[in-house]
């Protein structure tokens, strides 16, 4: 009897994915297409632009790629929560492997945003409620993030993760998140960052906005270590500046559960997915040898 190849099956938020790459929430996963052809070419799963009841579209977004990252001054799709209902119940009848992002202005109403989504879907949710560069964002705490993990916690049943973003008192906003009732935490979002235009002496994309990119990945991997050593259980979505299948590896040798990649998309799409799954694929098969 000739060995069958088994393939292995990661679990995330009660979601069984056939492998451990997943596609983070942005501009990218903001369009219906992307979403299902980055599934086609080999994501885990694809997490949506964060949904957002009350978002309006206030200026251009765009962003600025340079060697060690990206800036952008994205936050939160403009599509509108009931475009989303309809495209995430499409999403279930297809039996696609998403993650629905959703932020609000105040636990209360990202906890009912939760439940409208519960009523469409199964598919797990994550909190994006810590985009820095945000208007509506001030200052994440403790006390902020417990506030709304709990409000979606006793909400709905669904599983869902809190976005996270490298800042001050991370173990304390982590700790604030499990208490809550987090299944997982997904760190890091995008750090702050500007650029200058030399020439002008103005700074690019209208001022700090989020930087993410290979240039973030040691201090992501640095603050899942750590907080593994410092006994946190709950399951983590890396995610920063994953490059390549090597990448991959090393979050998880980090601690992560699963990996997030997103930056490196915003180059060759499609083709640059296909690649990182297939190096860590072939890393993967040649270890089992």
């Not at 998403?98 to 409208?116: C, K, N």
């Not at 994309?205 to 946190?232: E, H, W």
Request: charged share 20%.
């Amino acid at each position: 009897m000739e060995n069958q190849v088994i393939e292995p099956i990661y679990d995330v938020l009660g979601m069984k994915i056939k492998n451990p790459i997943i596609v983070g929430s942005g501009l990218l996963s903001d369009q219906a297409k992307n979403i299902r052809q980055f599934i086609a070419h080999g994501a885990g799963a694809v997490v949506t632009k964060t949904i957002y009841p009350r978002s309006e579209k206030l200026h251009t977004e765009k962003t600025y790629l340079f060697s060690t990252g990206m800036l952008n001054n994205t936050t939160y799709s403009k599509k509108t929560v009931e475009y989303w209902l309809t495209l995430l119940r499409e999403f279930k009848e297809e039996q696609l492997p998403v993650i629905v992002s959703i932020h609000a202005e105040s636990p209360t109403a990202l906890g009912e945003l939760a439940v409208r989504i519960s009523e469409v879907t199964d598919a797990p949710l994550e909190l994006g409620i810590s985009c820095l560069h945000a208007d509506d964002f001030t200052e994440d705490t403790p006390e902020r993030v417990f506030n709304y993990t709990k409000a979606v916690k006793e909400r709905t049943d669904t599983p869902f993760a809190v976005k996270l973003s490298l800042s001050d008192n991370l173990y304390g906003r982590v700790q604030a998140a499990v208490e809550g009732g987090a299944d997982a935490i997904t760190l890091s979002d995008t750090i702050s960052g500007i650029a200058f235009d030399t020439a002008n002496g103005e700074a690019l994309l209208n001022g700090v906005c989020g930087y993410s990119g290979p240039g973030i990945k040691p201090m992501v991997l640095a603050a899942i270590y750590n907080l593994r050593k410092r006994g946190v259980t709950i399951p983590i979505l890396g995610s920063g500046g994953v490059q390549d299948g090597n990448d991959v590896h090393e979050y998880l040798m980090a601690g992560a559960n699963t990996v997030q990649v997103y930056t490196a998309l915003h180059r060759h799409m499609y083709k640059t997915l296909q690649r990182i799954v297939h190096e860590y694929t072939q890393a993967i098969t040649s270890e089992k040898v």
